[in-house]
């Protein structure tokens, strides 16, 4: 992460990659479905995980892993302790707030963790974007960013059958 992020308020994204592989490796309409709620449950079991793992593990009043299906969170941060928001889930991306980019760094790591040793054949990207006081460009950036490095960075692939090991990229992906 940059380190000018280390201390501000940021909109991270996370994206489940290759969705579609993983849901539509079968062609039963219940199992597509079924696969769709499993990433949704996996992505708040990784975030679940990564609130308490972390070097100072956060008290359920510092985070808010709730969300509407219907809509995002607004408005945010009401809560002064409040430290993580879950903005928005949907489609195998998670949009979250935190309230400084060195927490955000440190749950992204535990929640990338996460997949690693539970799944090993989802993989993430993650976009990180300085929050500011306008939306629409926040969100227009993450997705842009978001982009860029999905573009840039390779997917991780089994590496073995049933080994849970994986070939993944070296590097800073945010």
Same mark, same amino acid.
Request: aromatic residues 12%.
């Given at each position: 992460?940059?380190a000018?992020?280390?201390?501000?308020?940021?909109?991270?994204?996370? =994206?489940?990659?290759?969705?579609?592989?993983?849901?539509?490796?079968a062609?039963? &309409?219940?199992?597509?479905?079924?696969?769709s709620?499993?990433?949704?449950?996996?992505m708040?079991?990784?975030?679940?995980?990564?609130?308490?793992?972390?070097?100072?593990?956060?008290?359920?009043?510092? %985070?808010?892993? /709730? %969300? /509407?299906?219907?809509?995002g969170?607004?408005?945010?941060?009401i809560?002064?302790?409040?430290?993580?928001q879950?903005?928005?889930?949907?489609?195998?991306?998670?949009?979250?707030?935190?309230?400084?980019?060195?927490?955000c760094?440190?749950?992204?790591?535990k929640? /990338?963790?996460?997949?690693?040793?539970? !799944?090993? !054949?989802?993989?993430?990207?993650? /976009?990180? &974007?300085?929050?500011?006081?306008?939306f629409? =460009? =926040?969100?227009?950036?993450? %997705?842009?960013?978001?982009?860029?490095?999905?573009?840039?960075?390779?997917?991780?692939?089994?590496r073995g059958?049933?080994?849970?090991?994986?070939n993944?990229p070296?590097?800073?992906? %945010?």
């Open positions: 992460m940059e000018r992020l280390k201390d501000k308020e940021v909109f991270c994204l996370i =994206d489940t990659r290759q969705i579609q592989k993983f849901i539509f490796h062609n039963d &309409f219940e199992a597509v479905i079924g696969a709620v499993f990433l949704k449950e996996v708040m079991d990784a975030l679940r995980y990564a609130v308490g793992h972390i070097d100072e593990p956060l008290t359920e009043e510092e %985070y808010d892993l /709730s %969300y /509407s299906d219907t809509e969170r607004i408005p945010w941060f809560d002064p302790k409040i430290k993580i879950l903005i928005m889930y949907a489609a195998g991306n998670a949009m979250i707030l935190f309230r400084t980019g060195e927490l760094e440190k749950i992204i790591h929640v /990338s963790r996460y997949h690693l040793d539970h !799944c090993y !054949c989802i993989d993430l990207a993650v /976009s990180v &974007f300085e929050k500011t006081d306008v629409a =460009d =926040d969100l227009n950036a993450l %997705y842009r960013r978001m982009d860029r490095i999905k573009t840039d960075f390779p997917t991780a692939h089994p059958e049933g080994t849970g090991r994986t993944v070296r590097g800073n992906a %945010y």
